[in-house]
């Protein structure tokens, strides 16, 4: 394995390494082994080391999908973003005649919850609860950037899916096929 370090000490050498990450994670350094340090942004530079250093595509992409998904518990934990509900009935005026909120049609809920820990699920909102808190977009997850465009298009909006079937799109990396399956979707939606 071929070394390279970077360090990066200011919020502008990160955001140029932010742009040469296309390249980093191309296999033009599948033999290259990152070394990653710096004064700012530590954690996000930890990530991206061991994301660039996992050289197996399935598993790089379930180490970023697992980063993600804890970099958005953190911080809606951290700001209290949560949706609160009063017996399954949510706080949004506009969801108030369905139980469970915006998952009210989705086949995958339990009485006990969401069985799935899905990604595009985790960032989304209604517009009730963007007025009150201002959650978190795909573009504030950095270590989304390891993925490929039309990938962070799945992250994005692959909602109504096991984690199991997320990740299965996100191996196969087509936006295309991922729209093709929600409409599939449609046909199981149970409340519909
Ligand atoms: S995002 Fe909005 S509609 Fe969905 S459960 Fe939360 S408050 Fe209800
Ligand atoms: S997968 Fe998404 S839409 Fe379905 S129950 Fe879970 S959080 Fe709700």
Redesign the pocket.
Request: hydrophobic share 35%.
């Given at each position: 394995m071929i070394k390279k370090e970077i360090i990066i000490n200011t919020e502008e050498e990160y955001a140029k390494f932010k742009k040469k990450l296309w390249l980093y994670r191309s296999w033009l350094y599948c033999f290259v082994s990152f070394n990653i340090s710096g004064k700012v942004r530590e954690k996000e530079l930890k990530d991206f080391e061991t994301a660039l250093n996992i050289k197996n595509d399935k598993k790089r992409t379930r180490f970023i999908y697992d980063r993600a998904c804890k970099f958005i518990d953190e911080y809606n934990d951290a700001h209290c973003i949560c949706?609160?509900?009063h017996d399954s009935i949510?706080?949004?005026p506009?969801?108030q005649k369905m139980k469970?909120?915006?998952?009210w049609y989705c086949h995958l809920q339990t009485n006990t919850g969401c069985p799935s820990r899905n990604l595009a699920c985790k960032l989304?909102?209604?517009?009730?609860?963007w007025e009150k808190h201002h959650p978190l977009t795909a573009k504030d997850i950095d270590i989304l950037l390891m993925f490929s465009p039309s990938r962070r298009a799945i992250a994005r909006e692959n909602t109504f899916v096991t984690e199991e079937t997320f990740l299965r799109q996100l191996d196969i990396g087509s936006y295309g096929l991922m729209c093709i399956y929600s409409i599939t979707k449609l046909f199981r939606f149970k409340n519909l």
């Amino acid at each position: 394995m071929i070394k390279k370090e970077i360090i990066i000490n200011t919020e502008e050498e990160y955001a140029k390494f932010k742009k040469k990450l296309w390249l980093y994670r191309s296999w033009l350094y599948c033999f290259v082994s990152f070394n990653i340090s710096g004064k700012v942004r530590e954690k996000e530079l930890k990530d991206f080391e061991t994301a660039l250093n996992i050289k197996n595509d399935k598993k790089r992409t379930r180490f970023i999908y697992d980063r993600a998904c804890k970099f958005i518990d953190e911080y809606n934990d951290a700001h209290c973003i949560c949706c609160e509900y009063h017996d399954s009935i949510c706080e949004d005026p506009k969801h108030q005649k369905m139980k469970n909120g915006c998952c009210w049609y989705c086949h995958l809920q339990t009485n006990t919850g969401c069985p799935s820990r899905n990604l595009a699920c985790k960032l989304f909102f209604c517009d009730h609860m963007w007025e009150k808190h201002h959650p978190l977009t795909a573009k504030d997850i950095d270590i989304l950037l390891m993925f490929s465009p039309s990938r962070r298009a799945i992250a994005r909006e692959n909602t109504f899916v096991t984690e199991e079937t997320f990740l299965r799109q996100l191996d196969i990396g087509s936006y295309g096929l991922m729209c093709i399956y929600s409409i599939t979707k449609l046909f199981r939606f149970k409340n519909l």
